[in-house]
């Protein structure tokens, strides 16, 4: 059962002023297990350092299913100050990948959704 850890940072260099439209700093890490070739498991902790309402944590859980060798479709749960959940799909071929995510929030959150549509290309 392979497992996988990252680290991540995420707009560590944005002025305090760009906070409301690009969010807090955030440094955090997180792991993947996959079960077999069909489940994958998510597990993320990130730090949030807000200039507006301090540091918070934030934690989040998902599963990714693969729906035969190219298509997939993943969905999760976040919170603890700022809560929430997310779904989504995508597609995988062997140059290039297209995947669409929508994130909805709620509690003290600063946006209340996100969509997202995006493009990877393997080299």
């Known amino acids: 059962m392979p497992v996988q850890i990252g680290l991540t940072a995420d707009n560590v260099l944005h002025k305090a002023a760009d906070e409301p439209y690009v969010g807090p700093k955030q440094l955090g890490g997180g792991f993947k297990v996959t079960m077999n070739k069909m489940l994958m498991l998510y597990g993320d902790a990130v730090e949030n350092f807000s200039n507006f309402a301090g540091a918070f944590p934030t934690y989040a859980g998902g599963a990714e299913i693969s729906l035969g060798s190219d ?53």
């Open 71 to 123: 298509v997939y479709v993943r969905g999760g749960l976040f919170g603890f100050r700022e809560k929430g959940w997310s779904f989504g799909g995508g597609w995988v071929g062997p140059k290039i990948g297209v995947s669409y995510g929508y994130q909805n929030r709620h509690e003290q959150a600063n946006r209340s959704f996100d969509h997202a549509i995006t493009m990877d290309i393997f080299m």
